[in-house]
């Protein structure tokens, strides 16, 4: 099975940017479709971007423009570029691969003057 951890968390003001980090432990990376997804308390957890192990992406639509998700196969990482960050963007956010049967801790990513 393979282990995630997600990093890069924290507390940003409206229109800054985060870099959130999921390194992931096992030799199959590289050919797992990787995503980023958040949750706030209340709501159900929302898909925010996947990429594929070719490296295509796709993004939710709120997302698109701001958000860029990347992977590098040699690290195991897969990363979330946020830019232009909303308080609406406030969530804890998890990464995942697809087929997984767990989620991890997540990093909490607050945006707020």
């Known amino acids: 099975q393979v282990q995630l951890v997600e990093s890069g968390g924290g507390l940003v003001q409206p229109g800054g940017s985060l870099r959130l980090s999921c390194a992931a432990s096992?030799?199959?990376?590289?050919?797992?479709?990787m995503g980023w997804y958040r949750q706030t308390p209340g709501k159900q957890r929302e898909w925010v971007a996947i990429?594929?192990?070719?490296?295509?992406?796709e993004y939710a639509d709120s997302m698109k423009g701001r958000f860029t998700i990347s992977r590098d196969n040699a690290k195991n990482t897969v990363y979330l570029q946020m830019d232009s960050l909303k308080p609406e963007d406030t969530a804890i956010y998890y990464c995942?691969?697809?087929?997984?049967?767990?989620w991890g801790q997540g990093t909490q990513v607050t945006v707020s003057s």
């Open positions: 096992g030799s199959i990376f590289s050919i797992l479709t």
């Open positions: 990429i594929r192990s070719g490296g295509s992406t």
């Open positions: 995942n691969y697809a087929g997984a049967s767990s």
